[in-house]
Structures are given as C-alpha cells and as structure tokens.
C-alpha cells in the first residue's frame, strides 16, 4: 500500500546551518506530496505542497522537489533559524486519503 | 476566516467512560478527517467523511471507536469503554475536495486514567 518514510530524528542544529530533511513514499498512482510543520505548542500546518512530478514547492525559504524517479520529497532550507525548530511531517495523498511520517523533531540552537 | 476549531481542548476521563470530541470544520470544507497522535509517535488515520458518501472507517482501532458527522458539518468522535491506551492528542483536520490540502485544528488531548 501507500506510505511514506521520513527521517527520523531528533536533528539538532546551529543557526544557519544548512537543512535537509530526507522523505521518501511508496504509491501506486499519483499522489500529490506535502510538508507540514508543527510549531511547540501549535496545530500541524501546511508548509509547502507539491502536486506533479518535478514540481517545486517553496514557502518560508524552505524548498521540496517532487522526484518520481526517486520516489523522494526531501526538505531543504538554506540557513535555518531559531525559529525553525519544530516537528515536520511528509505526507502524500492519493485520492481520497492521507499517509503521513513519523515527523522530525529540528531544534535550531544558537 | 474562522479556522477549524475542536472541543475540548483537554479531557481528563477515567478508565471505562465514554467520552465525545467534537470538531467544527472550517465552512465549505466537505472532506473532514481525523487523526490520533500519541506520544513521540506519528500521526495515525483514524476515519474519513467526503460529503455525503459513507465515511472511511478503515482506520478507527477498535469497535469502541465510532464517529459521525452531521449535516456535513460538525463531527463527534466517541470513544467508548475508554481504555489508557486511548491517551493521546485527537486532530481534526478538514479540506475542500479539489486539492485536498488539509488544515486542522488545535487538537483535543485526551488523558485517561
């Protein structure tokens, strides 16, 4: 069946450091793939979404490339902030259905 | 707008009672789900509602478990008989039909003991 499979954490980092969050799913058909993000304290929200192959999807300097030969939908941000830290979640979405990751757990430390 | 909102925010039950989350999803949003989130843990399915089609119950863990919808709105999760390994955090999160993006609510966290 569907899944996604997101790296596991926790990633501790320094402030500006380069991010990379690994996402990689299994489908059969053509899911539209999604990041959310939840914030200590906060609802899951939707960071950025990507609905067909090699689409980009980029919100808040944080960037995802949807890759059917790699079956991948990695997260990536240049120079994270403090603010960052908080727990990400892949998820993909076939029709009618949603599978999320585990999540990962990034704290930003200064 | 108005974004989704649950009720209560936190709910404290003993072993064996039955308790009802309540989810109000944002207005026009036909597709509603819900999901648990335990400790540490990812977030698991648990029921589907699209419009006025027969919910998704694949995922609801046990028969204690049931959900309903009304008028294609409000939705109640009811947990029955409520065991410890019920504690978790239950997430609504509602979406329009065509692209599918979901936006939740804040969560009910649920503590039995």
């Known amino acids: 069946g569907d899944s996604v499979t997101q790296m596991e954490g926790p990633v501790t980092l320094s402030e500006e450091a380069f991010l990379t969050i690994n996402c990689t799913y299994t489908?059969?058909?053509?899911?539209?793939l999604f990041w959310y993000v939840q914030y200590p304290g906060e609802g899951l929200q939707l960071l950025l979404k990507?609905?067909?192959?090699?689409d980009k999807g980029s919100n808040k300097g944080f960037e995802a490339t949807y890759r059917k030969e790699t079956t991948s939908f990695h997260l990536e941000k240049g120079s994270v902030q403090v603010s960052d830290s908080a727990v990400y979640f892949c998820?993909?979405?076939?029709?009618?259905?949603?599978?999320f990751g585990t999540g990962t757990s990034l704290t930003v430390i200064p | 707008g108005a974004g989704v909102s649950q009720s209560p925010s936190n709910k404290v039950t003993e072993k064996g009672k039955d308790v009802e989350l309540r989810c109000d999803p944002i207005?026009?949003?036909?597709?509603l789900y819900w999901y648990r989130q335990s400790l540490g843990q990812g977030l698991e399915f648990l029921i589907y509602?699209?419009?006025?089609?027969?919910?998704?119950k694949s995922g609801l863990p046990s028969d204690r478990f049931s959900a309903e919808r009304t008028g294609g709105s409000v939705s109640t999760l009811t947990i029955q008989r409520t065991q410890q390994e019920d504690s978790a955090v239950y997430l609504c999160?509602?979406?329009?039909?065509?692209?599918?993006?979901?936006?939740f609510g804040p969560g009910t966290r649920l503590t039995v003991t």
């Open positions: 999160a509602s979406s329009t039909r065509t692209n599918y993006e979901q936006y």
């Open positions: 489908a059969t058909g053509y899911p539209s």
């Open positions: 990507a609905t067909k192959a090699d």
């Open positions: 998820a993909l979405t076939p029709v009618d259905q949603f599978y």
């Open positions: 207005s026009g949003h036909t597709a």
């Open positions: 509602f699209q419009g006025n089609s027969a919910p998704d």
